[in-house]
């Protein structure tokens, strides 16, 4: 079956650690993204990534940083600078940017 | 200002009750239109979309939606709404200018028996 998987599905980490978050995509779509979700909010834009070798920043990319050295793999990367990364984390793909995008079941991320 | 804008936060409506989700676009977002569900700790689920032709887009779970170009708007729709469609529904514009969807904030929409 074709389609996103994210892992763990929960994840706890002290603060002051470094924690990466896993994002696979077997739908061979050349975009990828990683969102933010807090309670009660929407979507926000961490990190995208249109093309491999190429990502860009998005609105909350302070304290994350990704890489694409893959087509099918995009991992998110919290950092000790994320001053509050306690969060629901969720990864999607697309076609191309403007087309329907595919979501990951999410990552719970708590920092204890 | 590219934006997508749910105009309600949350909806709370009682079981076989209609109910209409409502969202409007900046004319700048283009017209790939799309509605998503989110369940309780799950990631988003495609509910329909809109990339041309007929204005009225029907969708899984007995949900529509209807493109209004003069309105700027694609407002989702079900007749009879379940307890089990308890969730939140997100709008979202696929944007010409910066290549990537935009989404609506959000609406929970609350079934109550």
């Known amino acids: 079956d074709g389609g996103i998987t994210q892992s763990p599905k929960y994840l706890f980490r002290k603060e002051g650690q470094n924690v990466t978050l896993s994002c696979e995509q077997n739908?061979?779509?050349?975009?990828m993204y990683w969102y933010r979700q807090d309670p009660g909010q929407g979507l926000r834009l961490i990190y995208y990534?249109?093309?491999?070798?190429?990502?860009q920043k998005g609105d909350i990319a302070e304290g994350y940083s990704v890489s694409r050295e893959k087509k099918e793999s995009f991992p998110l990367t919290v950092t000790s600078a994320q001053k509050n990364p306690t969060a629901f984390y969720l990864c999607a793909s697309s076609i191309t940017g403007i087309n329907e995008q595919f979501f990951g079941p999410g990552t719970r991320l708590t920092v204890l | 200002a590219q934006s997508v804008t749910q105009l309600d936060s949350q909806v709370p409506v009682f079981e076989e009750a209609p109910v209409e989700l409502r969202c409007n676009y900046s004319?700048?977002?283009?017209?790939?239109l799309f509605w998503y569900v989110q369940y309780p700790n799950q990631g988003l689920q495609l509910l329909l979309k809109?990339?041309?032709?007929?204005?009225l887009v029907k969708g899984i779970n007995g949900f529509e939606a209807e493109f209004n170009k003069s309105q700027t708007s694609f407002h989702l729709r079900k007749p009879s709404v379940h307890i089990s469609d308890t969730a939140e529904y997100f709008c979202a514009g696929g944007s010409s200018n910066t290549g990537k969807l935009i989404f609506g904030q959000g609406t929970t929409l609350q079934v109550k028996p």
């Open positions: 004319s700048s977002v283009s017209v790939y």
């Open positions: 990534s249109q093309i491999v070798n190429d990502f």
């Open positions: 809109y990339l041309s032709g007929s204005t």
């Open positions: 739908l061979n779509h050349d975009a």
